[in-house]
Structure formats: C-alpha cells, structure tokens
C-alpha cells in the first residue's frame, strides 16, 4: 500500500507512473478528494478515461478495486448483499428433521453472516489487508432515481443497514470514484456530496503524450498524423466524436497492419475502428480524406 | 486560516449565486477546507480548487471560469491569498485595510455588465445572420393567464389521459399475489414465523412505471395559434408525471423543462417566453431536430422515453436532411408520436415534401382537428392506434 500523494504535483507524477496521463486540473480534484476523503464524480463522453483513473489509481496506491457496474433495475440484492436462500432453506429443513424446537435460535443461526452473500458495496466498507480500497460506482447514469437514492445515504455515512444483522459501519472510508456517461442528470443532492469533474476530450499534445505511454509500437510520425486527425475530425459536426478509447484502438490497428503513415485508402479501410455510427463513417467517406490527410502533414 | 480568505470565498459564492450557479452555504465551507488542504501554489490550482467544489455541472464551467477571472483580478487579491497560503512563503505580511466598502457591489455590477455583454454579443450575432437567413425572427410572447376553470379542467384531463403502451415494466419486482415469480426472501420469512411446516410460495411480478416523454414542439408562426393550449398542457404533463423534457424550435432550439417546472401555469409560460428567443418567426425543423440528435437525444432520450414531435412540418429547407435528421431521432427512442394540426383543414392529405419525408420515420401520426382546446389534445394522445394513426396508411393515400 503506497502512500496518499501530498500535493498537486505527487498526485500528478503518481498517475503518471500509472501510465496516466491527467490535467492538472483533473490532478487537483483527485488531491482533494483523498485528501478530504470526498468522492469523485467523473463525467464526460463515452472512451475519454473516466473507468480508467479509478483502475490507475488501485493500481498505483496499491488498493484493492471493488466495481458496481451500474445498469437499469440495479437494486439492493445485487449492489449491497442477498441472503443465501437455498441455504437457509436447508438449515431450516435440517434443523426441523433434528427436532430443532428453539425458533430464535433457528432464527439467528440462519440470519447470520454465514448465509449472507456480500455485494460491490458492502464489500467495501469491510476492513482490506491493502487498507481502504477504491470502490468505482461506474455508469450511475444507467440505473434510477431509487437506487441514486439509497447511494446517497451509503457515501454521507459509509454504512448500511442490514435490519436481520444490524448497522455495518466501514472503519476507513473507502475511496469512491464515480463515473456517469450523463445520458441522464444525477440528482443534484448526490453531486452535493461529490467533487465534480468533467473529464473532456484532451489537447492535441496530451493525447500524443497518452498515446505514446500507451501504445508505445506506434512510429513518431504515424502517431503524430494519428492525432492529428483525430483533433480534426472531433472538431466536425459528427453524431459520436471518437474518444481516446478509440484513438489507442485505431493506433494499434494501425501498427498491427503495418502502416508508418496515414493515407486515404488506409483510413477508410479502419475508418470503423474511430467511428461507430454509419451516418458519421458515410459523411467522413463522403468528404475528401486526401486533402484533409495532406492538410495534416503540410 | 486568515478570516480574510474565509470571507472573500464568501462572497465569490454570493457572486457565483447572482450569476445563476446553485451553491448552498455547505459548499462556502467545503471550499475553505479544499483552499487549505490544497496548499495552492499558483493561480491555475487555486482556480481549479475552487473549480471542483463549485461547479457541478459542465454548463456551468464557462461561467466560472469568467466571474473567477472578474471577482479574483481586483486588487491582485489572488497573489496575496497564494502567499498566505503557499507552503513555500512563510506568509506574506497581514493586510490591514478593510476589504473595499463597495466591494461586494462592484463584484455583482461587474458579473452583470458581462452578462449585458454577452446579450450584445448574442443580438450582433443575430443580426450577422440576418443577412443569410432571411426569416429569423426574434419576438416576445405574451400569454393570455390561465383561468381557474382551464387550470381544474386541465389537471382532471391529464389525469384521465391514457396513452397507449404507457406503461413500461422496469426490472425491479414488487409483491404481487399472482406474480409469476417466487419471492424467496418474503417466503423464507413467512415460513419462519409459521414454525417451517408448510411454507407459502410468496410471489412477485415486476413493477411498471411510464417512460418518459420528450416533447419537441415547433411555435414557428404558423403554429403560433396552438402554442398556449400545448404548453399548458405540458405544464399539467410535467406536473404529474416523473420524467417530462420538454424543448421549443422555431428557428433555434431551447430546453424550457426548468421553466416548466414551476407550479404556477402563468409563472411557467411567463418564463418560457423569457427563455425563447424566436417565438412565431420562421421554422428551420431539419436544424432543430439536428442539434436535439446531436446535444440531447443522448442525454434525455433514455429508459424507454416516448417523444411526442408537435409541428405542421412545414418544412422549406432541404428535405433529405429532414429526413435523415428523423430517421436518427426514431432509431434513439422507443415511440415517436408526431401531431400535427393540419387537420384542422377537411381535406388534409400527406402531399407537402417536409410531411412525406417526416412520415416514414414515425411510429405514430396524430393529427387533429383543433388543437386550441386540451381536451381534443388528450383524446388524440389516448386513442388507440389505427388507420387513422398509420403513418404508413397516410402516405399511401396521398400517393
């Protein structure tokens, strides 16, 4: 378990180790956050990074990364915890045949711990070997209000209550990163409690710098067109401008067919790999690629 | 910490707040202690600081980022707190002078001299597009005030509204006596209290909730006459049910489901006239509905959301684009109703280009014979689907 970064600059240099490569502004509220223990709301486009951080972060802290994949219906029995069913059934069977007669004990015998089945969120707030872990509360904006609700109550208190067990309380609050791809506004109360970002598309100089830490086989030259034309392309009226995601997806489709530079035929061919509505790949084929290409490399 | 740090943060909020930013006293505190965990060593952490605690939505970034660069330049006040503040300097000599009587007040006339500013900017622009575009109108409009009569009549309407397939199931399960599935935790405690000889299969069906409805309604000039009575009813809409977005084209496109959130009906008009800029002027529909594909349809058209297009579709700008700009806004959501007045006239048959070329892409075409009342509006909305409701039927019988 590494220890929490001191400043902006720690922050910075230890995302940095994790093949990271952050803003300062996004180094800021990272800083903040683990050092006033507030959790991160992180929005933004679909493929700008947002998963990644919380992923770099257990990495380089050494913590052990519990995930909620958030989707519609999410209710408690899968985010907090469910009792073993089938299990309790067959104690009470046993306990019958044996002639158990005592129904408390039963009771509290078969509401215990030992049928409980814990989920992402209660799992975090159990004591871990690698200290607090780094719990990631991915996509909130996929599931409803109700459960925003119950989430609320859980990241003001780190606790929740399971009535037949009672209060669980987490010693060390976890570190809570939460993501949402904003196809529906999170309630401001929970925003309340969180320090925002917005994770954005980066500059033409820092996704080189992304892209080089993270797809390394790439030549200097194709990388440098690659981004290039990304930036340009982000910049026209498409339905889904390409994240970063897409940007290393097409630099390593690239490398594997062997280009060293970017020509037409060769874009279209993968235009797919960067663009993921047909309306947008028709518009891109449509336009002309060679001077936009030769644009790039002028 | 400086009390004096403390109290210009106190009014820097107060000045976020005039400029529309929701900021409760809880945030005022939260950004003292995030100023003094940060150990802030230039203006940029200073401002990307305060950025984190302050913003809470990516709309409002741009504001800060300009009353941070108004509020914070006075009298290098930024230079002085960082050299308290700063781990490197043991701080910088305390400031005696009182903080300027007027300085609160200067800060305020500052913020709102740039949100005159901006209002200039958005009328040159304006008028540099006059020259290419030669319908845009701008306007205000004034709406008649809701009697008590038409806001009783209009809450006991919505409420008797049924539109078909609006109800849709959601993957959580309530206790239902003739459900289809088994709910284990409920039998497993009732078989418990029994005493475990004979256990009660206790059931559970999945709940159902409405979707959300997305309205997108045009009150370009030839629609100007139905604008109250949809609005209003939308009002009513938004009142009563969950998820209700609603957004006005004429020529731009505005989201006025804040306004319409308000109680008061006449309140909620009065601030929709504010906040459209182009009432009863030109349509420019393909546009519209292009910057709704590409700012909003990810954003509101989710879990099942029905959209309800209002608009003759009258369309006079290319057709083809309308098209495909209909096509994208039918495959983002589960229903697309379209209603559309026109009907008013005997006679209406789908023969002018905007209308063949909006059709195809419809699951459902309501027209109406007079929309000025809500009632003939609800009953379009709750009919059952027919011939008449055939997008498909219409366009044959024009051919």
């Known amino acids: 378990m590494a220890a929490l970064p001191q400043s902006i600059d720690e922050t910075l240099t230890l995302l940095q180790s994790g093949d990271y490569v952050a803003d300062r502004a996004l180094a800021t509220v990272i800083f903040l956050a683990l050092k006033l223990g507030r959790p991160i709301l992180?929005?933004?486009?679909a493929g700008v990074g947002k998963t990644e951080i919380a992923k770099v972060l257990a990495k380089t802290l050494g913590r052990d990364l519990i995930r909620l994949q958030c989707y519609e219906g999410l209710d408690v029995a899968s985010a907090v915890y469910e009792w073993n069913y089938a299990g309790q059934m067959m104690a009470i069977r046993l306990a019958e045949a044996g002639g158990a007669t005592d129904r408390t004990e039963l009771e509290n015998d078969v509401f215990s711990e030992k049928y409980l089945i814990k989920r992402p969120l209660l799992q975090a707030l159990e004591p871990h070997v690698n200290g607090a872990p780094i719990l990631l509360i991915d996509e909130l904006d996929r599931t409803d209000e109700a459960f925003e609700a119950f989430l609320l109550e859980v990241l003001s208190d780190f606790q929740v209550t399971v009535p037949e067990l009672g209060t669980i309380k987490a010693a060390h609050a976890p570190i809570v990163i939460v993501t949402s791809n904003r196809t529906r506004e999170i309630h401001d109360a929970l925003k309340r409690r969180c320090l925002y970002h917005w994770v954005g598309y980066p500059n033409a100089e820092r996704e080189l710098k992304i892209l080089k830490s993270r797809a390394p086989d790439a030549p200097a030259k194709l990388s440098q067109e690659i981004v290039s034309f990304v930036q340009a392309i982000r910049k026209e009226d498409l339905f889904k401008a390409p994240g970063v995601a897409e940007t290393l997806d097409w630099a390593q489709a690239l490398v594997e067919l062997d280009a060293v530079a970017l020509d037409p035929e060769l874009v279209t061919d993968t235009l797919g790999v960067l663009l993921k509505y047909q309306d947008d790949i028709q518009k891109m084929q449509a336009s002309d690629l060679k001077a936009k290409i030769d644009s790039l490399k002028a | 910490m400086s009390g004096r740090l403390a109290e210009n943060i106190t009014f820097f909020a107060r000045a976020l707040r005039e400029a529309g930013l929701p900021i409760g006293p809880g945030a005022v505190l939260d950004a003292v202690e995030a100023v003094e965990a940060a150990q802030i060593g230039t203006k940029q952490d200073f401002f990307w600081t305060l950025h984190a605690v302050f913003v809470k939505k990516h709309e409002h970034s741009a504001v800060f980022a300009q009353a941070f660069g108004l509020f914070w330049k006075r009298r290098a006040l930024i230079e002085k707190i960082i050299a308290t503040l700063s781990p490197h300097s043991p701080g910088a000599p305390p400031d005696d002078k009182k903080p300027d009587a007027g300085a609160l007040?200067?800060?305020q006339a500052l913020l709102k001299q740039s949100k005159n500013e901006e209002i200039k900017e958005e009328q040159i622009e304006f008028n540099a597009r006059l020259?290419?575009?030669?319908r845009e109108i701008l306007q205000r409009k004034d709406?008649?005030?809701?009697?008590?009569?038409?806001?009783?009549?209009?809450?006991?309407?919505?409420?008797?509204?049924?539109?078909?397939?609006?109800?849709v199931k959601t993957r959580r399960f309530r206790p239902d006596a003739r459900g289809l599935r088994i709910d284990a935790r409920r039998t497993l405690r009732a078989a418990l209290r029994s005493g475990g000889n004979a256990m009660h299969l206790e059931r559970r069906e999945r709940a159902e909730v409405h979707p959300p409805v997305v309205a997108i309604c045009d009150i370009s000039g030839s629609m100007a006459e139905y604008t109250r009575t949809f609005l209003h009813f939308l009002h009513a809409l938004t009142d009563k049910r969950r998820h209700v977005e609603t957004f006005l084209f004429g020529t731009r496109l505005t989201n006025v489901t804040r306004a319409l959130r308000r109680r008061d009906p006449d309140e909620a008009l009065a601030r929709c006239s504010e906040e459209v800029k182009d009432w009863a002027g030109g349509t420019r529909i393909s546009t519209s509905l292009h910057r709704f594909n590409v700012d909003w349809s990810r954003r509101v058209l989710t879990q099942g959301a029905i959209v309800l297009l209002f608009t003759d579709g009258l369309e006079r700008d290319g057709t083809t684009e309308l098209g495909r700009e209909m096509d994208r806004l039918h495959r983002s959501c589960r229903k697309l109703v379209w209603l559309n007045p026109l009907l008013r006239w005997g006679g209406f048959e789908a023969k002018a280009e905007g209308i063949r070329a909006m059709l195809p892409h419809v699951d459902e075409f309501r027209p109406i014979h007079n929309l000025n009342a809500m009632k003939t509006l609800v009953e379009a909305l709750s009919a059952k689907p027919s011939l008449a409701t055939d997008p498909r039927a219409w366009l044959r019988r024009a051919s």
């Open chain 1, 42 to 45: 992180l929005e933004g486009e």
């Open chain 2, 105 to 107: 007040r200067a800060a």
């Open chain 2, 131 to 134: 020259t290419v575009s030669e």
């Open chain 2, 143 to 167: 709406f008649a005030q809701m009697t008590a009569d038409e806001v009783r009549d209009a809450r006991r309407l919505i409420e008797t509204m049924q539109m078909p397939d609006d109800w």
